[in-house]
């Protein structure tokens, strides 16, 4: 087949699959938003279908006739187009190694085991929710094996990031736990003089309202996405038609605005992807860790700095004025900066959090070698969380059960964080070093030469590169802990120190 043709074939199949895929999203944030409490089950056999019949175009003969005939004409192909090509070839190697019925059953495995988990959670009982992870587990190896994945664990660690292995991952979080033990223990020897029931009763819709504004002036575009409530945050659907999720706590305020900010980090990302070849490598992300990278860069670098404090302060007194009338404007920085040993992950501080992501990173690793069972593993968190935490859980809702990944499947996502948080302060480094008092814009509310140096640098290269490539491209440096390092001590330690 001629090569022009080929590629044409592909790039009109790419598109197609990407509005499939973009009505799955949406089934999901369906799912996670307004699914009334009956139809759950009915939800599942119809994801279950969605997920065969998006399985069965992937994986289109054609699809691969179309993609030796470009493999064999890759001269006449550009330096793009060879991405392209790249991409779907991994991408199609690895759908059309699943038969569509295990897609199928692994769908609806997933849609109970997520309510399942749900129950489990509230009733604070492992025992119902065991048989379902093993179940999910067991779906993880036997895909791995259809993959003739060589490691199993390294394999889905390369499905969230590409390119991306434990012999990397290792040494960060060895070299990252080592460095982050002298910043918390100056953190925790320090007096906490943050009340920790400083905020009560904020009304949800002043939250939402103000919330709004923020976002709004990140640059998310409310024309082509939508924010909403779930019960877990989150930002899907595509970057035509963004769902962002939030959730409120009148007694949290803070909870509702840095995961807000968070998801619009996603929604930035994804809404400046390239949208002229949709579906392929010239207009996805680079990986989750690249993902988590522009989210934790709104949330943290830019939401919990003072300049943006000093411009939105006045609006957020406006809106909470008898809430905030004992708080001072210290107190109030201190407490969107406060850091504290939590059980809970998304809780967590910045300090403290990826101490939680290497206890599930380790965790993950040794229910994939076998080396903890499904029956353990309430035991065996608890262990860690002592060892890196100093924290006993009190109960399994608070421990092995908090989070959402792995009754979904999703093994091998949990380090993307980590990453995410590495990348995201060398890119602020970059930022910072690229663009003059980058921060003093901020404090007058102004976020257009960040998020135009993202687009640029970041969002725009799409999936040219993968995490440490994008590293190196736009910080002239590996992935590493030195940024991250670096950027906690002068944030924190200035405010912990006697
Ligand atoms: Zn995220």
Known sequence: METRKALGELLAHQKRIDRLAAAGGILFWDEQVNLPPGSAEFRAEQNAHFSELLHRESTL???????????????????????????????????????????????????????????????????????????ALDFARQEAEYQGAEDPYDFFVDVYDPGMSTAVIDPLFAELREGLKPIL?????????????????????????????????????????????????????????????????????????????????????????PAEHPGTALSRAAGMAAHESQSRIWENQVGRGRPFWKHWEPRYRAFFKEQLAGVDSDQLYRA??????????????????????ILRYGLERDLFAARVAIADLPEAWNERSRDLLGYTPESDAEGCLQDVHWC???????????????????????????????????????????LGWLRENV????????????????????????????????RYLPLYSA
């Open 61 to 135: 003969p054609e699809v691969g006739r179309w993609l030796d005939a470009l493999e064999a004409g890759q001269d006449a192909l550009s330096e793009d187009e060879c991405v392209i090509v790249k991409d779907a070839r991994r991408e199609y190697d690895r759908e059309v190694k699943l038969p569509g019925e295990f897609v199928a059953r692994r769908s609806k495995a997933r849609s109970e085991s997520f309510h399942a988990w749900v129950e489990a959670r509230r009733n604070n009982d492992f025992a119902s929710f065991a048989p379902h992870l093993q179940k």
């Open 185 to 273: 223990e100056t953190i925790l020897a320090a007096e906490d003089t943050i009340p920790p029931d400083l905020f009560r009763g904020f009304p949800v819709d002043g939250q939402e309202a103000f919330l709004r504004e923020v976002v709004t002036a990140f640059g998310f575009d409310f024309n082509v996405g939508r924010l909403d409530r779930a019960v877990h945050p989150f930002c899907g659907g595509h970057p035509l038609d963004t769902r962002m999720t939030t959730r409120y706590d009148p007694d949290n305020p803070l909870d509702s605005l840095s995961s807000a900010m968070h998801e619009t980090g996603h929604a930035l990302y994804e809404q400046g992807l």
């Open 336 to 357: 969107v900066n406060r850091v504290a040993i939590t059980p809970i992950r998304v809780d967590a501080d910045e300090v403290t959090y990826n101490l939680h992501i």
């Open 408 to 450: 979904e499947g999703m093994f091998g996502y949990f380090p993307s964080y980590t990453l995410g948080n590495l990348l995201g302060a060398q890119f602020w480094y970059a930022a910072k070093d690229a663009l003059p008092d980058l921060e003093a814009d901020f404090g007058r509310g102004d976020y257009k030469r960040l």
């Open 459 to 490: 969002h725009s290269a799409a999936r040219r590169y993968d995490a440490n490539g994008l590293a190196r491209r736009v910080t002239g440096n590996q992935l590493g802990t030195e940024a991250l390092l670096r950027y906690l001590r002068e």
